[in-house]
T-cell receptor, first 116, second 115 residues
Framework: NAGVMQNPRHLVRRRGQEARLRCSPMKGHSHVYWYRQLPEEGLKFMVY????????ESGMPKERFSAEFPKEGPSILRIQQVVRGDSAAYFC??????????????FGQGTRLTVV | AQSVSQHNHHVILSEAASLELGCNYS??????LFWYVQYPGQHLQLLLKYFSGDPLVKGIKGFEAEFIKSKFSFNLRKPSVQWSDTAEYFCAVNDDSGGYNKLIFGAGTRLAVHP
């Protein structure tokens, strides 16, 4: 669904640099999920945020990775001191307020991060 | 822990051939099941979903899936594929432990349809 906007679509970083991935959810959506897809693997849940709150970060690596979803502006997934193993496609999904289990999450086109 | 297994990583078919993509999950509780499709260069789109009721679910673009509880399976089918069905297909199950839509995905199946 074109409503979830991720940018950039492609990002190249050298080892040790920082990567910032942005996700603007669909209009009216206040729940954001980040997933990572490593080569030849399925999408893996990373973090679930609501406005100004991290609800579930059980899939986030313990170091170098952080996420936020401020009151104003997009959600940001930040990776510090990137390493080659961080190369992956990062997808964002959003769902409306009061989303229940059976509420569809709408995905963005993803950001493909390449670490050289 | 929940997991989703997709049996075929790559499938090649000719137009008009029938399609069946396998998906098995491991989870003992109530499940919500999904199939997503990702066309080249595009976002993931929901093809269909199962929450309860009729185990045969109809989705968009002529796709359907059947939930077989005894086999822990949710296979995707289409009677006659088209070139435009070339895409990657992901099966997913909802992890309901947190009360929100946290998805566990399979590794995906890349489908190539030749004219």
């Amino acid at each position: 669904n074109a409503g979830v906007m991720q940018n950039p679509r492609h990002l190249v970083r050298r080892r040790g640099q920082e990567a910032r991935l942005r996700c603007s959810p669909m209009k009216g959506h206040s729940h954001v999920y980040w997933y990572r897809q490593l080569p030849e693997e399925g999408l893996k849940f990373m973090v679930y945020l609501q406005k100004e709150n991290i609800i579930d970060e059980s899939g986030m690596p313990k170091e170098r990775f952080s996420a936020e979803f401020p009151k104003e502006g997009p959600s940001i997934l930040r990776i510090q001191q990137v390493v080659r193993g961080d190369s992956a496609a990062y997808f964002c999904a959003s769902s409306p307020p009061n989303a229940r289990l059976n509420t569809e999450a709408f995905f963005g086109q993803g950001t493909r991060l390449t670490v050289v | 822990a929940q997991s989703v297994s997709q049996h075929n990583h790559h499938v090649i078919l000719s137009e008009a051939a029938s399609l069946e993509l396998g998906c098995n999950y491991s989870y003992g509780g109530t499940v919500n099941l999904f199939w997503y499709v990702q066309y080249p260069g595009q976002h993931l789109q929901l093809l269909l979903k199962y929450f309860s009721g009729d185990p045969l679910v109809k989705g968009i673009k002529g796709f359907e899936a059947e939930f077989i509880k005894s086999k822990f399976s949710f296979n995707l089918r289409k009677p006659s594929v088209q070139w435009s069905d070339t895409a990657e297909y992901f099966c997913a199950v909802n992890d309901d432990s947190g009360g929100y839509n946290k998805l566990i995905f399979g590794a995906g199946t890349r489908l190539a349809v030749h004219p």
